[in-house]
């Protein structure tokens, strides 16, 4: 069974996606190692210290699920909750307000994107929501001995499938 294109995989692409279709997300963030994947091609290092061209520094994590197997007899609902990390390498605020910005910008229309998956030929989001974005002085996100602003960008995307599709992928 090859589960690589399962429905939570679609979402974390898609979003991703969104992201990078954007020129100006990509001019602020533009290194390809500024923006970190956890998708098995990229991987994050911790260097002792950040260099100019290491940051700003943007990842899109898994922040936690919400999932409702067979909550009623045909429907299963699936919850993802997800972050987009930002961190600036040091204490340039306005790093931050202008890698928020290019963020915005790339994030427009992503719920269109979103909800237009399909799986077992079905489309299955059925609603995708930014929640809030909360920022910090932090050096734990950085490296050891520097402090930089950080933000983190959460949102929600609630998804539904026919419990029996996904019976059937068991089989």
Same mark, same amino acid.
């Given at each position: =069974?090859? !589960?690589? +294109? %399962?429905?939570?995989?679609?979402?974390?692409?898609?979003?991703?996606?969104? /992201?990078?279709?954007?020129?100006?997300? /990509?001019?602020?963030?533009?290194?390809?190692? %500024?923006?970190?994947?956890?998708?098995?091609?990229?991987?994050?290092?911790?260097?002792?210290?950040?260099?100019?061209?290491?940051?700003? *520094?943007?990842?899109?994590?898994l922040a936690g699920q919400n999932v409702h197997l067979e909550a009623t007899s045909n429907d299963t609902f699936w919850d993802l909750t997800w972050e987009? *990390?930002?961190?600036?390498?040091? $204490?340039?605020?306005?790093?931050?307000?202008?890698?928020?910005?290019?963020?915005?910008?790339? =994030? /427009?229309?992503? *719920?269109?994107?979103? $909800?237009?998956?399909?799986? +077992?030929?079905?489309?299955?989001?059925?609603?995708? #929501?930014?929640?809030? !974005?909360?920022?910090? !002085?932090?050096?734990? #996100?950085?490296?050891?001995? %520097?402090?930089?602003?950080?933000?983190?960008?959460?949102?929600?995307?609630? =998804?539904?499938?026919?419990?029996?599709?996904?019976?059937?992928?068991?089989?």
């Amino acid at each position: =069974m090859d !589960i690589t +294109n %399962n429905p939570l995989r679609m979402v974390y692409k898609a979003l991703w996606d969104t /992201l990078e279709a954007s020129s100006s997300f /990509l001019s602020v963030v533009s290194g390809t190692a %500024n923006r970190i994947h956890h998708d098995g091609t990229k991987h994050r290092y911790a260097p002792d210290a950040l260099a100019d061209a290491d940051s700003p *520094q943007v990842e899109l994590v898994l922040a936690g699920q919400n999932v409702h197997l067979e909550a009623t007899s045909n429907d299963t609902f699936w919850d993802l909750t997800w972050e987009i *990390q930002v961190a600036t390498g040091d $204490m340039r605020f306005l790093t931050l307000l202008d890698t928020n910005w290019v963020i915005g910008i790339g =994030m /427009l229309g992503w *719920q269109t994107h979103i $909800m237009t998956l399909e799986w +077992n030929g079905k489309t299955f989001v059925h609603l995708a #929501r930014p929640l809030k !974005i909360e920022e910090a !002085i932090d050096s734990r #996100r950085i490296s050891p001995g %520097n402090e930089g602003w950080v933000a983190v960008w959460r949102g929600e995307v609630k =998804m539904h499938f026919d419990t029996s599709d996904m019976h059937a992928e068991d089989t």
